[in-house]
């Protein structure tokens, strides 16, 4: 992998900056911090077989992927502080003896902080991530991360928290969707056993030349239920416009976590997860739309399953037998809220089988049965510094495929492996 003339130019001035801002918190104000810098570098191999469940059509995609970040933090004074991100992301693709590479160079985040007592504001290119990412999603997985050239604002006082947030697309947006975000998302603590997250958000966005106008209105409560057991929910209610057409839709989850030893180190999870769907040539809209998020690692660890039109069941167990290893299994049992919408993959598009078709029946006779998916992944800390990972998943598709797929829904299967360094 190699650095272009752009990215050295900008890591110079990063140096230069931090520099000189350290020099200033030091004249400045005693309680300011030296600068800090730091990176990181990420290897991925992935393997994903049968991409369209249908063995015979074509070979293995393959994805290498490589992510070098170097952070910069600086605070000149007791009550700001500065951050910068630059990252260089390199991907090749491997899919039916096609090759495709791309490199991608630019600040992932990069923003001012500054508090008055109660009162934070954030400005710049931000993550902006709640809850458990359904609806507002930190992408650490994907090799670029999604990004908010954005304002936030936050209050605080005990027991409660509120950010007021406006943003676009930061890092690479896509130039022809033009999205906008903006809302309040609160958390209220009212003790160590049971808090809530509240939220009212609005989203702007063009998708395939339509106009999409939606709000949405949410709670995500916690509760610790004693002897190792917490349970953690989620409802959601939407109204808006897409297009000429009204949206009334709605989503929710429930998951229960159980220790299963008094360390707390393994636990047994279950999880019901519900979005509504509905036929897509109605009047009115009924399939659950999940803004920003994303359902990996929740509804799928191999990003085929959306948190829209969807009925699902999760049984898990995670842990860590010591200090280095951690490790998690799921199965996943998926189901169509509605069998005359599609079924929509991780990122919330429809999924496509042979030649590229969604898979869709308007009449509702294929059913709801789309699939079974089971998975497992591991992490190993070699050091404190370095960290090996590996997953493996199988997906068993089930009546939905098969009917809307030709006949074909060939199980697939897949595999990474990944390195991460820190410096």
């Known amino acids: 992998m190699r650095l272009n003339n752009h990215i050295v130019t900008i890591l110079a001035v990063n140096i230069t900056i931090g520099v000189w801002l350290t020099a200033s918190a030091e004249q400045s104000s005693p309680a300011a911090k030296a600068v800090t810098i730091n990176a990181e570098w990420r290897l991925r191999y992935e393997d994903r077989a049968c991409t369209d469940f249908r063995l015979a059509s ?17 605070t000149p004074s007791s009550n700001t502080k500065l951050f910068a991100r630059l990252q260089h992301s390199y991907r090749r693709n491997r899919l039916n003896g096609n090759t495709d590479t791309q490199e991608k160079s630019g600040f992932q985040q990069l923003y001012l902080d500054t508090t008055w007592d109660k009162l934070a504001l954030r400005l710049g290119r931000q993550e902006l991530g709640y809850g458990d990412y359904r609806m507002l999603i930190v ?14 604002f936050r209050f605080q006082s005990n027991p409660w928290r509120a950010d007021l947030i406006y943003g676009r697309p930061g890092m690479f947006p896509t130039s022809n969707t033009h999205p906008v975000l903006y809302g309040i998302y609160a958390n209220y603590k009212h003790s160590s056993r049971w808090q809530s997250d509240l939220y009212l958000l609005r989203k702007e966005v063009i998708a395939s030349g339509t106009q999409q106008r939606i709000w949405a209105i949410g709670a995500r409560p916690v ?13 959601v209610l939407q109204s808006g416009e897409v297009g000429a ?18 360390s707390g180190n393994a636990k047994v999870i279950l999880q019901r997860d519900f979005a509504s769907g509905g ?4 009047t009115t809209l009924h399939t659950f739309d999940q803004f920003f998020g994303t359902t990996f690692a929740q509804c799928s660890r191999m990003g085929l399953q959306g948190w829209r039109n969807m009925s699902n069941w999760r049984i898990g167990v995670s842990g860590s037998p010591s200090p280095r290893w951690e490790y998690t299994a ?4 998926n189901r169509l809220a509605d069998s005359r919408d599609y079924w929509y993959g991780g990122g919330g598009a429809p999924m496509n089988g042979t030649g590229g078709k969604p898979l869709r029946d308007p009449t509702g006779a294929a ?5 079974t998916e089971v998975n497992l992944t591991l992490n190993y800390s070699l050091t404190s510094d370095l960290l090996l990972s590996a997953g493996y998943g199988r997906f ?3 009546r939905f495929v098969r009917e809307t797929n030709g006949g074909f829904a060939d199980h697939t299967d897949w595999f990474y492996l990944q390195t991460t360094r820190k410096f």
């Open 139 to 152: 992408s650490n997985w994907d090799n670029i991360g999604f990004t908010w050239d954005a304002v936030r």
């Open 58 to 74: 074509q070979k293995h995609p393959q994805d290498e992927l490589s992510r070098v970040r170097l952070n910069v933090s600086a």
């Open 279 to 282: 036929n897509p040539d109605d």
């Open 330 to 333: 799921d199965i996943h049992l």
């Open 396 to 398: 068993i598709p089930g």
């Open 223 to 235: 509760i610790q239920l004693g002897k190792g057991a917490k349970l953690t929910a989620e409802a």
């Open 245 to 262: 057409k009204h949206l009334k839709a709605y989503a929710y989850w429930v998951r229960l976590e159980h220790a299963l030893n008094r």
């Open 367 to 371: 059913g709801r049965e789309v699939g």
